[in-house]
T-cell receptor, first 108, second 115 residues
Framework: QQPVQSPQAVILREGEDAVINCSSSKALYSVHWYRQKHGEAPVFLMILLKGGEQKGHEKISASFNEKKQQSSLYLTASQLSYSGTYFCGTEDDNDMRFGAGTRLTVKP | GAVVSQHPSRVICKSGTSVKIECRSL??????MFWYRQFPKQSLMLMATSNEGSKATYEQGVEKDKFLINHASLTLSTLTVTSAHPEDSSFYIC???????????FGPGTRLTVT
């Protein structure tokens, strides 16, 4: 029931791109993305609702394919501040579940 | 496997009663635990940050006398909803963080329904 995130960890150089994937075995009506830095609460990035939408926020965007029950988070031209653990949360009719997280490290 | 558990997963209670929700880290010591509530199709709302052995830090607008948080050990934090009302019905989620940046997980959540 917990969504599966991949990769588990990724190391980038500043300016490189990354994609984080999130998949579920259940029919979803929304997907959430959060970034958490150690010692801090997760920061909400975006929510994607059923309907196959794509959203963007500066150089971070995401897509939601409801047919495949998959979402991807795209980080372009990564910055040092992007480092952290990224979680996807998936909502279905009954529950919300979070993935195990993807640890992203951006190096100079 | 799951490394953060919550109990109960679902609870129905009558208005005016209190409900305790437990959040446990199963294979690491959680120095910090966060408590959230979530309404359908909305993002998580941080309620409070709990550090082991000290008082929880509540977010603005969250009543600390209504939502009692106790982080008595490095593996357990509890959230007690006191004198629950129907508007407290929600999905409550905890996340636990260890000393390492690699120890950071969400619990499976607790669905509270107050009738």
């Amino acid at each position: 029931q917990q969504p599966v995130q991949s990769p588990q960890a990724v190391i980038l150089r500043e300016g490189e791109d990354a994609v984080i994937n999130c998949s579920s075995s259940k029919a979803l009506y929304s997907v959430h993305w959060y970034r958490q830095k150690h010692g801090e609460a997760p920061v909400f990035l975006m929510i994607l609702l059923k309907g196959g939408e794509q959203k963007g926020h500066e150089k971070i965007s995401a897509s939601f394919n409801e047919k495949k029950q998959q979402s991807s988070l795209y980080l372009t031209a990564s910055q040092l501040s992007y480092s952290g653990t990224y979680f996807c949360g998936t909502e279905d009719d009954n529950d919300m579940r979070f993935g195990a997280g993807t640890r992203l490290t951006v190096k100079p | 496997g799951a490394v953060v558990s919550q109990h109960p997963s679902r609870v129905i209670c009558k208005s005016g009663t209190s409900v305790k929700i437990e959040c446990r880290s199963l294979d690491f010591q959680a120095t910090t635990m966060f408590w959230y509530r979530q309404f359908p199709k909305q993002s998580l709302m941080l309620m409070a940050t709990s550090n082991e052995g000290s008082k929880a830090t509540y977010e603005q607008g969250v009543e600390k006398d209504k939502f009692l948080i106790n982080h008595a050990s490095l593996t357990l934090s509890t959230l007690t909803v006191t004198s629950a009302h129907p508007e407290d019905s929600s999905f409550y989620i905890c996340s636990a963080e260890g000393a390492s940046t690699y120890e950071q997980y969400f619990g499976p959540g607790t669905r509270l329904t107050v009738t």
